[in-house]
């Protein structure tokens, strides 16, 4: 793992701080063409950038960004013909992809740019060293961030540093996101360490993994003591996309203010009796195993061998009497939208 270092509280870029003639003359190649991958190449095209896809001939990705209007080349060809090259595959393919045909391609003082400091940071994909590397990791899945762009806007995202070989790094990732509109919203700069090893433990602690469990242990609480599934799917799913909403527009008291007198002192006293400091330590070695790649050796290994645990849980989970109760009353609101 990369030795760098907290320097304290994060700066925050603007317009004003990025200069997109920077990209003046560049050509990028944008490696994968998912959610991320098109969202980003489209943004940077409509901006005014050349863009060319780089993809695995034959995939069922080729004809959608021909389509789209892109020059699509080999994986090979477009690293080569790039000044950047956005390294867009998923996480566990970004190794043999880098190794097997970027690599071999890189002249000196290209650019190789990540939107995630997975394969970076724990050692997957080591660039060499007279290669500008950077990351600019926006803040929302690919839909959202190209629907904020077609607004006139952006969404936020973060901007980071591993290696400054030419002196322009950070000018080249600033000018990709301002050519996003990231800049428009705020961009904020950490390093590559601080991105991937933040963005796994939210993932499990909270936004995925705790809050998923949490939902899943209310709902079976309700149904063992004899309530109905119906309603215990309303009280621990169905409005938590209410409370969300108040809590995201504008923060945690936000949504004090917007609830019940009821909830309010019901929530207050008993929220930290349930997550206690019990949580809170279970927690800490959530991010233990994220900071000494406990986890990333894991999921490694998993994909490496077919993701069969991973399958295991998604099945289960798939199963779950929530997912079937949810189905049957989110066609109750299908309706009522017809109806309207």
Known sequence: MSKEKENGKARVYHDKDADLGVLDGKRISVIGYGIQGSA????????????SIGLREGGGSWKRAEKDGFKVLPVPEAAKRADIVMLLAPDMAQKQIYYDHIEKNLDPGDALYFSHGFCVTYGLVRPPENADVIMV???????????????????????????????QAKAKGLALAKAMGFTRAGVVECTFDQETLSDLFGEQAVLCGGVTELIKAGFETLVEDGFPPELAYFECLHELKLIVDLIWSGGLENMWSHVSETARYG???????????????????LLADVKDGTFAHEWIVEHSIGCPKFEMLRRIGSEHPIEKVGAEIRKMFEKEDKRG
């Open 137 to 167: 990791a926006p803040k929302s899945p690919g839909p959202k961030l190209r629907e904020a762009y077609l607004e006139g806007f952006g969404v936020p995202a973060l901007l980071a540093v591993h290696q400054d070989y030419t002196g």
């Open 267 to 285: 929530g207050r006293t008993r929220g930290r009796f349930l997550i206690d400091e019990g949580v809170r330590q279970r927690m800490r070695k």
């Open 40 to 51: 980003q190449a489209l943004c940077l095209r409509d901006s005014g950038l050349d863009v």
